[in-house]
């Protein structure tokens, strides 16, 4: 049997509040509305209680944010994609901001398990002068159980139309890629986390958003494989290859702080989820 669900969520900014409202088909749900920082930003976890995707699966996420709206998007635990019997498992999610508003989506890692045939899309739109911070972590296999990846593939799809692509497709019999030091050199995470623009970033602005996603870097123990770049003038991406996934999530956690800070003048609130 599979599953297809979809799941969308609307922010709108209501005088001094953002309110989420959200439809669903299937099982995907969205827990209720959570203010740790007040009413201006509004926290959401998304549930899917199967727990994974198998072959045949598909999943189509869409979320929004009206103008003055900031949202907080996250996930009790990681994105799972089992062993296929020949059919692909996807994942579809578009994020569409309109002018002025803000988005944070942070949801847990995705897990390539071994013999998984999967894609995993993930599409950015954005209006002139909305903001967004986001992560993408994907672990292929799971080291620590001593579960490697040696079957399968994984496609992930990260866009914003018109301004950035990047697209990788990942067998695991692809031994070159996996275990190169021109490719994953051994390692079996891959992490990004990015700032995307609606309007072209003020270079400044930019140029410090680099150096204090670099000075974060610079005294991490994974500061010899991850590095921050800017590949357009409307995003800021910090990459990250780790071991496994807590160090590059550890990381990726520090550097999204600062930028919360750096970009927004908020201080970090880290989803209560996390340390369930």
């Avoid at 496994?244 to 908020?266: I, S």
Wanted: charged share 15%; proline share 6%; aromatic share 8%.
């Amino acid at each position: 049997m599979t599953w297809n669900a979809t799941l969308e969520l609307d922010y709108t900014r209501r005088a001094d509040k953002t309110v989420a409202h959200f439809r669903h088909s299937g099982p995907l749900r969205i827990l209720q509305s959570l203010y740790p920082e007040g009413d201006e930003i509004c926290h959401n976890v998304i549930v899917h209680p199967p727990g994974g995707l198998v072959g045949g699966d598909t999943l189509d996420l869409k979320f929004s944010a009206g103008a003055g709206a900031h949202g907080l998007v996250t996930t009790p635990g990681a994105t799972r994609f089992y062993r296929s019997s020949g059919a692909f498992a996807l994942q579809r999610t578009h994020l569409s901001l309109a002018a002025g508003a803000r988005l944070e989506w942070l949801p847990l890692e995705t897990i390539c398990y071994n013999g998984c045939l999967a894609e995993n899309r993930l599409t950015m739109t954005l209006a002139p002068g909305a903001e967004l911070i986001g992560w993408d972590i994907t672990a292929f296999g799971l080291p620590a159980a001593h579960q490697p990846f040696e079957l399968g593939s994984f496609c992930q799809h990260i866009e914003v139309p018109g301004v950035w692509l990047e697209r990788a497709r990942v067998a695991a019999g692809d031994t070159l890629l996996l275990n190169s030091p021109l490719g994953f050199a051994g390692h079996r995470c891959l992490a990004s986390l990015f700032f995307v623009a609606g309007s072209k970033i003020d270079r400044n602005r930019k140029q410090e958003a680099l150096d204090v996603a670099r000075q974060v870097i610079e005294v991490h123990p994974l500061s010899a494989t991850a590095g921050a770049t800017s590949p357009d003038g409307k995003i800021v991406v910090v990459r990250v290859l780790a071991p496994m996934v807590e160090p590059a999530m550890a990381l990726l956690r520090q550097v999204w702080q600062a930028w919360r800070g750096h970009f927004w003048q908020k201080a970090a609130s880290t989803p209560r989820i996390w340390s369930m």
